[in-house]
């Protein structure tokens, strides 16, 4: 479960920011509330949340940085990520100065994680700054359990077994390279492994990063169908029937869709079958068609992980209701069993009109001329002549820019300067 997640000098985004899912004290829709208890405290997260923002505020930096974070923890190291290269990461006008700052706060196995990471010497588009690890803290249910600054490390005696700080500090720092996480490293065989383990199957099972929904795919080293074994904690069962059910949800009324080995290929893919022949469905299916198929899998296996799904642009080729069945399965208390989350980017304000979101659970990505910034739509409160009411038409409102976030967008005087350098001319002026 995502609590909240800061970024800094991170692309477009200069100024520290935070992406909170803690919902804030107001009377709302209840059902997208999202609750856990720790020993004896109780936490509560967003059971979704929607980004809107014009074309390059910073939505999908957002996104990207998520995925960063994401990527070192599993390596390590970063240096050693496939999202982006860490020289496209730092924010772009920034000083030589300015580190990159991350921190995520997240529940996971009746654990609450605080996980912070600075990283230094990192400018864009530099081949040469060699960045460095300058900061990293890690807290578990709100204890100090490592705190370093550059190489030196700050571990509290009670985490470490009797008698034997001073050789594990001096083993720890001795092994540590500038580049690598501590958390991953020296933590993981020095410090708590079975800790690290929780930590880390968050970050690569219950933190799903989808940059882009065409990326998708359904075909199973993610899924285990119903004749290839039971389910487990980090895949699940998924029949043909219910992907062909999914897809005669999509309109598929004509062809069954049954996921099948071609040829000598070790993966299922999806084909249809049309007059007991089975043809690769992409080569027959729309492309809506197919990222439905593909799609909706991904948001059951997160649903029955309880995991946080992010994702750019999710309703891209979608249809609104297939994005409105979506949502409500998230903020189903039946359905959303498991606790998982939803936070995706879009422009479409047809979901502010529907009002299936609470006040905080819609944000606004703004950008100036130098940072992006996020607010809520709960910020405006809900006295005076900018506040929120019930009866506010919230979409009437976002568009005609009173919540920012949203640009005025006019191509007119671009393509007539075009037609002119190109002698355009009506038939009846030649």
Same mark, same amino acid.
Request: hydrophobic share 40%; aromatic share 8%.
């Given at each position: @479960?995502?609590?909240?997640?800061?970024?800094?000098?991170?692309?477009s985004?200069r100024?520290? /920011?935070?992406?909170? @899912?803690?919902?804030?004290?107001i009377?709302?829709?209840?059902?997208?509330?999202?609750?856990?208890?720790?020993?004896?405290?109780?936490?509560?997260?967003?059971?979704?949340?929607?980004?809107? $923002?014009?074309?390059?505020?910073?939505?999908?930096?957002i996104?990207?940085?998520?995925?960063?974070?994401?990527?070192?923890v599993?390596?390590?190291?970063?240096?050693?990520?496939r999202?982006?290269?860490?020289? %496209?990461?730092? $924010?772009?006008?920034?000083?030589?100065?300015?580190?990159?700052?991350l921190?995520?706060?997240?529940?996971?196995?009746?654990?609450?994680?605080?996980?912070?990471?600075?990283? $230094?010497?990192?400018?864009?588009?530099?081949?040469?700054?060699?960045?460095?690890?300058?900061?990293?803290?890690?807290?578990?249910?709100?204890?100090l359990?490592?705190?370093?600054?550059?190489?030196?490390?700050?571990?509290?005696?009670?985490?470490?077994?009797?008698?034997?700080?001073? %050789?594990?500090?001096?083993?720890?720092? /001795?092994?540590?390279?500038?580049?690598?996480?501590?958390l991953?490293?020296?933590?993981?065989?020095?410090?708590?492994?079975?800790?690290?383990?929780?930590?880390?199957?968050?970050?690569?099972?219950?933190?799903?990063?989808?940059?882009?929904?065409?990326?998708? /795919?359904?075909?199973?080293?993610?899924?285990?169908?119903?004749?290839?074994?039971?389910?487990?904690?980090?895949?699940?069962?998924?029949s043909?029937?219910?992907?062909?059910?999914?897809?005669?949800?999509?309109?598929?009324?004509?062809?069954?869709?049954?996921?099948?080995?071609?040829?000598?290929e070790?993966?299922?893919?999806?084909?249809?079958?049309?007059?007991?022949?089975?043809?690769?469905?992409?080569?027959?299916?729309?492309?809506g068609?197919?990222?439905?198929?593909?799609?909706?899998?991904?948001?059951?296996?997160?649903?029955?992980?309880?995991?946080? %799904?992010?994702?750019?642009?999710m309703?891209?080729? %979608?249809?609104?209701?297939?994005?409105?069945?979506?949502?409500?399965?998230?903020?189903?208390?039946?359905?959303n069993?498991?606790?998982a989350?939803?936070?995706?980017?879009?422009?479409?304000?047809?979901?502010?009109?529907?009002?299936?979101?609470?006040?905080?659970?819609?944000?606004?990505?703004?950008?100036?001329?130098?940072?992006?910034?996020?607010? /809520?739509?709960?910020?405006?409160?809900?006295?005076?002549?900018?506040?929120?009411?019930?009866?506010t038409?919230? @979409?009437?409102?976002?568009?005609? $820019?009173?919540?920012?976030?949203?640009?005025?967008?006019?191509?007119?005087?671009?393509?007539?300067?075009?037609?002119?350098?190109?002698?355009?001319?009506?038939?009846?002026?030649e």
């Amino acid at each position: @479960m995502l609590l909240s997640f800061s970024l800094k000098n991170f692309r477009s985004f200069r100024d520290k /920011s935070t992406l909170s @899912m803690i919902p804030v004290n107001i009377r709302d829709i209840p059902y997208s509330v999202l609750a856990e208890k720790i020993s004896h405290r109780s936490y509560k997260a967003l059971s979704s949340s929607i980004l809107y $923002g014009a074309n390059a505020s910073g939505k999908s930096n957002i996104i990207l940085a998520l995925d960063f974070l994401r990527e070192i923890v599993i390596s390590g190291n970063i240096e050693n990520q496939r999202s982006i290269p860490i020289q %496209l990461i730092p $924010g772009f006008c920034n000083d030589e100065s300015d580190s990159i700052e991350l921190s995520i706060l997240f529940i996971h196995k009746k654990h609450c994680f605080d996980y912070q990471i600075e990283i $230094g010497n990192a400018k864009f588009l530099s081949e040469n700054s060699n960045p460095f690890v300058k900061k990293e803290i890690l807290q578990i249910d709100d204890k100090l359990v490592f705190k370093r600054i550059d190489k030196a490390l700050n571990i509290p005696s009670q985490i470490i077994k009797h008698n034997q700080e001073s %050789l594990i500090l001096n083993q720890a720092e /001795s092994s540590l390279s500038s580049n690598e996480l501590f958390l991953s490293n020296g933590f993981k065989t020095l410090i708590d492994t079975d800790m690290y383990s929780i930590i880390l199957h968050w970050f690569k099972e219950c933190l799903v990063v989808v940059r882009k929904i065409d990326f998708i /795919s359904a075909t199973p080293t993610r899924y285990d169908y119903e004749k290839m074994g039971d389910a487990t904690e980090d895949k699940f069962k998924l029949s043909s029937d219910i992907i062909d059910k999914i897809a005669k949800e999509a309109g598929i009324n004509t062809t069954t869709i049954q996921y099948l080995k071609k040829d000598e290929e070790h993966n299922l893919q999806p084909f249809s079958i049309i007059d007991n022949k089975a043809v690769v469905a992409r080569f027959i299916e729309s492309e809506g068609t197919m990222k439905i198929i593909n799609f909706v899998p991904l948001v059951i296996a997160v649903m029955a992980k309880g995991a946080t %799904l992010v994702i750019d642009e999710m309703d891209s080729s %979608l249809h609104p209701s297939a994005v409105f069945s979506i949502i409500n399965a998230f903020h189903n208390n039946e359905l959303n069993v498991k606790q998982a989350q939803l936070i995706f980017t879009t422009h479409n304000p047809i979901y502010q009109k529907a009002k299936i979101f609470r006040r905080d659970e819609i944000k606004f990505i703004e950008r100036d001329d130098r940072t992006s910034s996020i607010h /809520s739509l709960s910020d405006f409160g809900t006295s005076g002549a900018d506040g929120v009411k019930n009866s506010t038409d919230i @979409m009437k409102n976002y568009l005609s $820019g009173k919540y920012g976030a949203i640009n005025y967008i006019d191509f007119s005087d671009a393509i007539a300067e075009a037609l002119v350098l190109n002698d355009c001319k009506r038939e009846d002026e030649e």
